[in-house]
């Protein structure tokens, strides 16, 4: 494991660690509210966790967070589910997200710079955002959309798309979006939830170099959506509003001020989907103002994102990283919007766009970097990426080669951060620190106020062994409820049925003991061979070195005779053949830098590996496939990127039957 290797591929010079606002705010805090002034990042750890309340009390104080109403006190309850924060208090999201807009000095400064797949930038002043923003909050109140009512978009990762949010969060509503991607029946799945009265939506999209009209599956969305009371029409592709719906120009035309509705602390800000890729997605709502703290202190103390940066995050509405990218504004910082294919016209094209805009944070999935390492991008020698001072990488964890990629291809002295964390917090519990230094295959560290732990199935506190990834104390913006789940039910049995009143997010994780982070993929699919356990990340780390494999799904299946059978399937690389060649060398990998134990049963190779919407491999619905499980029940197909692919499974499971 990664941990043996006490040598970190980079670490911050003093002038870094003097210069990071987790230093300042360290120091500050130390002050006014007694946090440890020596002992660096893991000191205030474990002040922030051992004193929540207080550590709570510091970031509103230091990020000047503005209440409305002030509160009672931090947490009126401890419990989890139901943590009551910062009770009696009430704010507004919008209004922090648009504060930069009151400073005459960057009035006229980019708030939003959007790029397509021109890789043109193309500027939104915080002055014209602030104003589109006063402009649609308004129009939308006229709509009769009161505090509570749900707005949802049907839209791409456009400025637009960041301005309906913002109107939406400053009338007190809720917003929920998916990408226009999404197929109409998996955004009914979504959005019949939660009966939105408006929806934003665009007549098509740009991916690839081609145009892709989406004007039928509008129709399909507003025939089967009866609470809307008006639907939006943004002309992407130039189109004609269609009947009945109205022009986004027209709504965002005026020239007026956003009035922002005072909510309490806890008021829904919006609704994100779990993958789902069985049932009814999750239909997840977080809350305004724990967002609001939750995000300030990811971004500004850990991302290390000020006034003067540029946050680019490869990503799509449909994604919770979309709503943690449009939160860079809480910090003053640009944000990045690109709309388009991650690797168009070619596979290095993100690292152009990050040229192109200076972006300081470069944000993008680990498959992202592997696929750039594949195709021998050589990101440095080909851009100027003088102005990147960390690349982040999230989705699935990142394999040591990306590391080790990223430090040698890009700049010897780059900050990588690897992240973990979930759209069920819409935030990190592990990952960036700037002050800290970077193991290969580790995450730097825990989040602050982030009490993570890693649990045997007894729960007792695990160090350098794989455990359970659990949170002992309640983070603000863990959700608030589910949608529709009156009693809690759900909610409690999706987090808190395996050890009750700490959350268990499904994953295997290692905390080291020189207080770093492991993660080995989703506890759910774990593979436990004679009782050793395995992540399937941990796999596909070794198996996707090999250059003939594109990609691998690993699954593990209990038999009804007891006995285990473990298949790998490999999406191989064009021109590769699996021959016998291949084969014990894959299996050699395994067996070499792993475990003997988790050497496949058979390896087979699939025409693909598929995934959720938002680029998950899916592995236990395919797990349920090759138990016998018909297609039907065992995935909902609207969360699938490729439908076509899971017949390919199930064929499998009917010769094995």
Known sequence: MSTANPIPLWQ??????????????????????????????????????????????????????????????????????????????????????????????????????????????????????????GSLAAELRALGVRPGDRVSGYLPNIPEAVVALLATAAVGAVWTSCAPDFGARSVLDRFQQVEPVVLFTVDG?????????????????????????????????????????LEWSALT??????????????????????????????????????????HLKQLGLHCDLGPGDR???????????????????????????????????????????????????????????????????????????????????????????????????VRDDLWIASVSGGTDVCSCFAGAVATLPVHIGELQAPGLGTDLQAWDPDGNPLIDEVGELVVTNPMPSMPIRFWNDPDGSRYHDSYFDTYPGVWRHGDWITLTSRGSVVIHGRSDSTLNRQGVRMGSADIYEVVERLPEIRESLVIGLELPDGGYWMPLFVHLAPGAALDDDLRDRIKRAIREQLSPRHVPDEIIEAPGVPHTLTGKRIEVPV???????????????????????????????????
């Not at 010079?13 to 990042?41: L, M, S």
């Not at 829904?268 to 305004?288: C, D, E, F, N, R």
Request: hydrophobic fraction near 40%.
């Open 12 to 133: 911050p010079d003093r002038q870094q660690i003097a210069d990071a606002q987790v230093t300042r705010f360290q120091t500050w805090a130390a002050e006014h509210h007694g946090a440890p002034a020596e002992g660096g990042y893991a000191a205030l750890h474990r002040w922030s966790v051992a004193e929540l309340e207080t550590f709570w009390k510091a970031v509103t104080e230091w990020f000047d967070v503005r209440f409305t109403h002030p509160y009672a006190r931090v947490l009126g309850s401890r419990a989890m589910p139901g943590a009551e924060w910062f009770p009696e208090a009430t704010l507004n999201y919008a209004e922090h997200a648009l504060r930069t807009a009151d400073d005459p000095a960057r009035a006229d400064t980019p708030a939003i710079l959007h790029v397509d797949e021109t890789h043109e930038p193309r500027p939104v002043t915080w002055a014209e955002l602030r104003r589109q923003v």
């Open 205 to 245: 999209y740009r991916y690839g170099g081609k145009e892709h009209d989406r004007r039928d599956t509008v129709a399909e969305l507003r025939a089967e959506l009866p609470t809307l009371r008006a639907v939006v029409h943004i002309p992407l592709l130039g189109t004609d509003a269609p009947e009945g719906a």
């Open 253 to 294: 035309s005026e020239d007026v001020a956003p009035v922002y509705e005072e909510v309490p602390f806890d008021h829904p800000l919006w609704v994100l989907y779990s993958s789902g890729t069985t049932g009814l997605p999750k239909a997840i709502v977080q809350s305004q103002g724990g967002i609001l703290v939750e």
């Open 623 to 657: 797990k349920r496939l090759l138990q016998g499980t018909p297609l039907e029940k065992a995935v909902n197909p609207g969360s699938i990127d490729n439908l076509e692919l899971l017949k390919f499974y199930e064929d499998i499971a009917r010769k094995r039957a």
């Open 311 to 409: 946050f680019f995050w490869y990503t799509s509405t449909g994604w919770m990283m979309w709503n943690f990218l449009v939160s860079g504004l809480l910090t003053g910082t640009t944000i990045v919007t690109y709309d388009g294919s991650p690797g168009y016209p070619e596979t290095g094209a993100q690292w152009a766009i990050a040229e192109r805009t200076g972006a300081t944070l470069f944000g993008t999935s680990a498959a992202y970097v592997m696929a750039c390492r594949k195709a021998g991008v050589h990101p440095s020698r080909d851009h100027d990426l003088s102005r990147v001072k960390c690349v982040a990488t999230t989705g699935s964890p990142l394999p040591p080669d990306g590391f080790r990629w990223l430090h040698d291809e």
